[in-house]
């Protein structure tokens, strides 16, 4: 074995390792906001927090599944890109029932002081995580990895939205305000999700 193979072969294992670690992060950060946030959507009466609460799970499976895939190795790509689109249409899907939901039936969260320091946390934290995401699956070309870090991203806008619902209700009685904004995101996160089920999510090579 050659040198320079040596050394790729050296790279790679550290860019697997590393991409473990953040798939690690992911799985336990979602799992802590997933419990806070469905648990003070309880008490709040908040259908916002408690949809912000699923799409944290449906982080922690996606953050599973992409474990999964660097432990399994390369031929897991397809699977595990497959099984990323498949969590996209299902927050789709949770995100249009629970925006349409709330519009018809006016429902109207009460103030949530744990929801708000939760959502501007996550607005602070999700970025940062998928960048590393990006430049983790750029060196490894994973497209399975770029796809996860897409839905990491999609978690900050809809951080974004729960911190404008909840702020805005909270300030100006603007009950409204969060079921539009999901009704906004559900084409975005749509696309994704069928992006990532054709396997066409943008090669690692062309992303930066």
């Known amino acids: 074995m ?4 040596l050394s790729q072969n050296i790279i790679r294992a550290h860019d697997v390792r590393r991409g473990r670690r953040l798939e690690y992060f992911t799985i336990g950060w979602n799992s802590l906001e997933a419990i ?6 309880v008490i709040a009466g908040s259908i916002a927090l408690l949809g912000f609460g699923v799409d944290s799970v449906i982080e922690t499976l996606s953050g599973a599944v992409l474990l ?3 432990v399994s190795g390369e031929h897991r790509e397809q699977i595990a890109l497959r099984l990323v689109g498949v969590s996209f249409l299902l927050l789709a899907g949770y995100v249009a029932f629970d925006a349409v939901k709330s519009l018809l039936l006016r429902e109207t969260p009460d103030a949530s002081h ?3 320091g939760l959502a501007t946390l996550s607005l602070i934290v999700m970025p940062l995580l998928a960048r590393a ?3 983790v699956a750029v060196s490894l070309k994973s497209r399975a990895l770029e796809a996860d870090s ?3 991203d999609i978690c900050a806008y809809l951080s974004a939205i729960l911190l404008a619902g909840l ?3 909270a300030l ?7 079921p539009v904004a999901g009704l906004v995101m559900i084409p975005i996160i749509a696309k994704e999700g069928i992006e990532a089920l054709r396997g066409e999510t943008c090669c690692a090579e062309k992303c930066s």
């Open 68 to 70: 999964w895939r660097l």
């Open 167 to 169: 702020g805005m209700n």
């Open 114 to 116: 744990v929801g708000i």
């Open 150 to 152: 897409r839905q990491t």
């Open 2 to 5: 050659s040198a320079e193979v």
């Open 133 to 135: 995401k990006r430049r």
């Open 172 to 178: 100006f009685g603007w009950w409204w305000a969060d």
């Open 36 to 41: 806070v946030s469905i648990g003070a959507g």
